[in-house]
């Protein structure tokens, strides 16, 4: 569950990069920071459980996709086939870890 609440919270304050301007607009700019301080501070307490590399590998693995589709759906951004395909080999990544990976608590 903190791992989870790790990479909605990163995918939210990373949403608002393009918003904050450089951080030069408050608001978006504030939506980043407090995204990523939630983001690292869940992230940390999940790896009392989950070893770093595999909690890692899995916070940007699933990072990664939600933003390129949220990119896709909100900023007119194009997936192409190749991105689509190289979204599909991560999100396949992250569920062999967490399906098949003893190194995961189920």
């Given at each position: 569950?903190?791992?989870?609440?790790?990479?909605?919270?990163?995918v939210f304050g990373?949403?608002?990069?393009?918003?904050s301007e450089g951080f030069t607009r408050l608001w978006p700019s504030l939506a980043v920071i407090g995204g990523y301080v939630v983001a690292f501070y869940c992230l940390s307490l999940a790896l009392r459980e989950v070893p770093v590399g595999i909690a890692y590998a899995i916070w940007a693995g699933a990072g990664v996709?939600?933003?390129a589709v949220i990119g896709w759906l909100f900023l007119?951004?194009?997936l192409d086939a190749a991105a689509?395909?190289?979204?599909?080999?991560?999100?396949?990544g992250v569920v062999v870890l967490n399906v098949f990976s003893d190194s995961v608590p189920h």
């Open positions: 569950m903190l791992l989870s609440a790790a990479i909605v919270a990163e990373t949403s608002f990069l393009k918003a996709a939600l933003i007119g951004q194009a689509v395909a190289g979204i599909g080999l991560i999100v396949a």
